[in-house]
């Protein structure tokens, strides 16, 4: 398996551009996780989902954030309108009720 | 409101030393324990874990001690090599709705000097 996949890997943009992020996890996880690391922060949970079903969102730092997971295999992460203080690296993660796997991150630069 | 704490952003040990990390807590419902190391440009990938009724687990160079009384926990590797160099996070998780949810802390570099 390639493991966690992520994409793009690094995404630069102006303030106010609407940004998407992507994921595919392992196959055969049935839960993903989206984070942002910050120098301040380190690794925040945004929201996580079991069967491609949301289940806790209250990392989600405001409604510019959304996150969709259509079916087991994709999820997106979005971010409308975007503002300087989202730039950030964004990891998705999956996990079989074990030790979650990390993708290697996207690096969000809003200027 | 960090309910994972790592003081110590960064870290440097001569080769062949002992690197010793340290992570503070304080939710009391967290009751497994786990680190996390991460490479440049790459995404954090487990390491070791302890479970809360233990205190102690070694795993080859690296030995994780749990003090629940102080809601402390620390990581040992021994002896330290430069391709431990890294970012390690330590996390935490408690049962939530039937799932181990897990708290990250902020992560601490450790640089091992050849």
């Known amino acids: 398996d390639a493991g966690v996949i992520q994409s793009p890997r690094h995404e630069v943009t102006e303030m106010g551009q609407e940004v998407t992020l992507r994921c595919k996890p392992i196959?055969?996880?049935?839960?993903l996780f989206w984070y942002r690391q910050t120098m301040m922060r380190g690794l925040e949970l945004l929201i996580y989902?079991?069967?491609?079903?949301?289940?806790?969102d209250s990392g989600m730092p405001e409604d510019r954030f959304s996150a969709k997971m259509p079916n087991a295999s994709f999820s997106t992460l979005k971010i409308q309108p975007s503002e300087p203080r989202d730039s950030a690296v964004y990891f998705c993660?999956?996990?079989?009720?074990?030790?979650?796997?990390f993708g290697p991150g996207t690096r969000l630069t809003v200027l | 409101d960090q309910q994972v704490k790592q003081n110590s952003p960064s870290l440097s040990v001569q080769e062949g030393r002992i690197s010793i990390l340290n992570c503070d807590y304080t939710?009391?419902?967290?009751?497994?324990f786990l680190w996390y190391k991460k490479y440049p440009a790459e995404g954090p990938t487990f390491l070791i874990s302890?479970?809360?009724?233990?205190d102690k687990n070694e795993d080859g160079r690296f030995t994780v001690f749990l003090n629940k009384s102080a809601k402390h926990l620390s990581l040992h590797i021994v002896p330290s090599q430069p391709g431990d160099s890294a970012v390690y996070f330590c996390?935490?998780?408690?049962?939530?709705?039937?799932?181990?949810?897990?708290?990250f802390g902020t992560g601490t570099k450790l640089q091992v000097i050849p």
């Open positions: 196959s055969g996880h049935d839960y």
């Open positions: 302890i479970s809360s009724i233990k």
């Open positions: 939710n009391s419902m967290f009751d497994y």
């Open positions: 996390a935490a998780s408690e049962n939530s709705g039937g799932y181990q949810k897990v708290t």
């Open positions: 993660a999956s996990s079989s009720r074990g030790e979650q796997f």
């Open positions: 989902f079991n069967n491609n079903v949301p289940i806790d």
